[in-house]
């Protein structure tokens, strides 16, 4: 069966998503055919042919590995001749040269593991390169500099790292102040009074030991709020304090703000009708202002949409409030404050089918893409901001700005899994964060009558949820399952394997980058044209031929009928229950356990068959 072009590359893309476990022969030829069928490298894959030693360009890809999520360099293929094998003159000799260029050559050393292995007929040398610590980026070519040497990886190519980008990498390695710099000649008269009282209140209430018996100076100065002059002559503000409570902080950086626009088309503007766009808003003020603002100009221009429930159905918004505050509050207050990026603002997009929040500066921290939104994984790049919105309240709300500090990212994903809806993409470039949230509902109308139609008894609201995703496209691995479902590890493998078994589902790699997709099957064509994927066959008749007079084993089984392991232990089990079939011993757990046909005077017809 051929697979999809964008599947190809997503399993590809993950293939050293857990460094430390070699890539042995098998999953070499799993490789190479894949990159085969693309035609091209991918993200976490270099080939090079190497013949005439290890190529100049290898110190780029080095450093972009390493700065990025790692991968694997293979030397001794030929993109050019469709990954042919390329004789190297002495593989030995190339690895060594490879290992000691990333513990001489490269800053600071990588130590990849390098392995020669035979793939038809000659000797390739595989390197695997793992992603470097965070505080220890970025990693690059001694040779060309800080500047000039460090790269990351984008698609299929070694991108140089741009000043900013370099920038951003090294004040990860430490918890950056810029929140806590001094805004030199503004003093306490440009703060908000309203919500400095109202955050001294809130202090004053929720942490007497700490404020109770302090003056208002006092808790300015303790808060970062306000910074002593060195020479004693009284206060400035602090970049964070101003954004926190300042009354307009625009006036002094005037870019430190939101913008939201709503395209009329999933491009952006509309060039047939010259419409560019059908609403735009600059919102200025402190962030508990731009918060309320910004989430009153999406509420303005959203619609409102049915979803199916237990009980009915529901009209709720296109995308819920909660994910929506959740994003536009983390774009503000996680956003890089240095002076490099205060010209840039925090961007919200509005098309028909998405909503794209976007700020300045990537991940911080040890939060990573996969584990975000997972307990315990969070990190402040702004501490000093995020403290002080603890308690300072939306205007015309009860709640704080930073109620949710440590678990916005869990909240905003829940929200949405009660709206039925598909979880944000995140999308982490270094220089910006973006999110984006899909305009779909996993469970519409049309996909409930869809799985309806599959005639399965027995599906869980997971595995509805995770079979609406596929529906639209989206191949699901063990993380994204969690992330949409709420649910463990263990269970999720469960689930996912019972997909399998029903066959409604297909596992496409093993072990480190398995992942799902619905099982395509023909059928009938429904009103758009698409084929409505039919229900899967009764199995018990197969099962019962395939056993004939014998006992036979699971995976015996499996060979006679070419279906999946998964597939043979469901049925068998229902042909145990009805009192067809019976293993030979007690304990059915292992794949090598036999089973026979029951007695004759036990029996009953199987259904179908």
Known sequence: MLIPRILLIYLLSRIVSRMGLSVNAEELSEIVENLRVLGSDVADVEVKRAQGGLPKSLRETLSAFSNTRGGVVILGLDEAERFKPATLPDPAKLAADLASLCSTEMEPPIRPYVQIHPFEGVQVVVAEVPEIPREQKPCYYK???????AYTRIHDGDRQLSSYEVQMMLSARGQPKDDLERVPGVGIEALDTHLVSAMMLRLRGSRPYSYRDLSAEEILRRTGIVIPRSDGSGDDVSVGGLLALGAYPQEHFPQLMLTFVHYPTTSGPDDETGVRFLDSVAIEGPIPVMVRDALAAIRRNMSRRSI????????????????????????????????????????????PDRLVIRNAGGLYGPVTLENLGEEGATSSRNAALLRVLEDVPIPGEDRAVCENRGSGIRAMLVSLRRSGMTAPKFDDRISSFVVTFPNHSLLSDDVVRWIGGLDEAGLTDSQCMALGAMHDGTVIDNASYRKLTGLDSRKVTAELQDLVARELVEQVGTRRWARYRLLPRGGTADTGGRLRRTTPADRRGEILEALGATTASRAELASRTGLSDQTVRRWLTMLRREGLVEATEKSTASKHTKYRRASPTDQASPPNG
């Open 143 to 149: 040779g060309a500099g800080l500047t000039k040497g």
């Open 308 to 351: 199916t429930t237990g009980a009915g159905r529901q009209d709720i918004w296109e995308y819920p409030e909660t994910a929506l505050r959740e994003a536009v509050t983390n774009a503000l207050v996680h956003r890089d404050l240095s002076a490099a990026s205060r010209g840039s603002r925090v961007q919200v997009e509005m098309f």
